[in-house]
């Protein structure tokens, strides 16, 4: 048996079945490239869930994790410390609006937290919640209920909620949704559990419209697009619109736990004093990460850096001529492998096969979200070998077919 097997093994025995068996096995990391239990070496084309955005081992993020880990890992917040202060600081400047800051673990969390906050808000009238067909939002109960996700959600009902599913990017029946009687509309600029799937140019608007026009909050979940995944700190800066909640977490600790439920204007002083808590939020190291997160893609220039390879990254893609290409969508360094056939686990199988490491999302997308520092030569790596992983992947599916 392969250390992967004998990994896996022990794994199924002791993990809640809730992932399957994961095939891959890593042990370390550094740059963009990771390695395996057995030693076989991978470029991580997915970064965690477009979590690891200095890539591992990042010098910066190492400094700071441990400088602070050495220095005062945990206060609760009963104490506060200077790391959480200097964070929501960093973040309401990037946001370049008043808002404030509730720092949580995760994006399940900043979601709970805004939906806690809207309601606050909102006070007991308004009665209903809509939101966007294929969206995701989190697995805890409040988060699932708002997930358009009728294979995960589903079994988890009833939640006690009434939300109401419209489909993402259609502004027409986003009017006809909400109302007066709206507590909040939660979307994401770009559904990344959807496959990467971008709204209509002008949608963000067209919520923000909506939503001045009925009272209702406008919460912008920006959990995967955030921190620089599409070229700029948010995707809602590339139309100029600012929601009244924004969410944020997977690459803002670039690989610690963290999120944030930030509120601009009125909803950043709605939760009183004992509205909201949690005892890890804020953490000194998870901060302190974030920051480092932040200061390197300022120094680095990784914003210019995700427009231009993510442009490069989807011309090369685009190019490929085969018959199980169907396209590619999305933004930034955050994109989706549009497939003819349902075969996206055939491709990741074969990429992981090859060295590459990306998701199968959807049955017939596969995700790429690299690490923000990953270098031109990486990506030409990939979309070099690209074509001979469609060839194996089709062999694969033409054996199913046999079968
Ligand atoms: C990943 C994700 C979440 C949930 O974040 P967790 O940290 O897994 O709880 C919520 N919303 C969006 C858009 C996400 O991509």
Redesign the pocket.
């Known amino acids: 048996m392969s250390a992967t097997e004998q990994l896996q093994k022990r794994f199924d025995a002791v993990l809640m079945p809730n992932y399957g068996t994961p095939p891959v096995a890593l042990v370390r990391g550094e740059g963009c490239r990771v390695v395996d239990a057995d030693g076989r070496s991978y470029l991580d084309l997915i970064a965690g ?1 477009a979590v690891s955005s200095l890539g591992h081992g990042h010098p910066a993020l190492v400094k700071a994790v441990s400088e602070q880990t050495a220095r005062l890992a945990h206060t609760s917040n009963l104490f506060l410390h200077e790391r959480e202060v200097e964070l929501a600081e960093k973040l309401v400047e990037k946001i370049g609006a008043p808002a404030r800051v509730f720092l949580a673990n ?4 900043a ?1 709970e937290a805004a939906l806690k906050l809207v309601r606050r808000a909102a006070g007991p009238e308004r009665t209903y919640y809509v939101s966007t067909v294929a969206g ?4 805890t109960s409040g ?1 699932l209920a708002i997930t358009g996700k009728p294979a995960i959600r589903d079994p988890f009902g009833p939640f006690g909620m009434d939300v109401r599913f419209v489909p993402h990017g259609d502004a027409a029946a986003l009017r006809e949704a909400v109302t007066d009687q709206c507590v909040a509309v939660f979307v ?1 600029p770009v559904q ?2 959807a496959g990467v799937v971008p709204a209509a140019e002008g949608y963000l608007a067209a919520v923000r419209e909506i939503c001045d026009a009925t009272g209702a909050a406008f919460v912008l ?1 920006e ?2 697009s955030g921190i620089g995944r599409t070229g700029r700190w948010f995707a809602h800066q590339a139309e100029g619109v600012l929601p009244d909640v924004l969410t944020l ?2 690459g803002l600790g670039g690989g610690l736990p963290i ?1 944030a439920c930030v509120g601009l204007g009125r909803y950043g002083t709605v939760f009183a004093k004992g509205d909201h808590g949690s005892t890890f939020g804020g953490n000194p190291v998870a901060a302190a990460a974030a920051l480092a997160v932040i200061d390197t893609i300022e120094r680095e220039g990784l914003l210019d850096s995700v427009t231009e390879l993510g442009e490069l990254l989807a011309a090369e893609i685009a190019a490929i001529d085969h018959p199980l290409l169907a396209g590619v969508r999305g933004v930034g360094l955050w994109r989706g492998i549009q497939l003819t056939a349902p075969v996206s686990g055939h491709v990741q199988a074969r990429a992981a096969d090859a060295g590459f490491l990306v998701n199968a999302v959807t049955p017939d997308v596969v995700r790429i979200a690299p690490p923000l520092v990953i270098t031109r030569e990486e990506i030409l790596e990939f979309t070099g070998a690209l074509p001979d992983v469609l060839a194996a992947a089709a062999r694969d599916a033409e054996e199913d077919a046999r079968r």
Do not use: L, P, W, Y
Request: no cysteine; hydrophobic share 20%.
């Open positions: 869930i995760s994006g399940t969390e979601n995701f939002h989190g697995r988060s994401e990344g559990e979940d959990i995967q977490a997977k999120g």
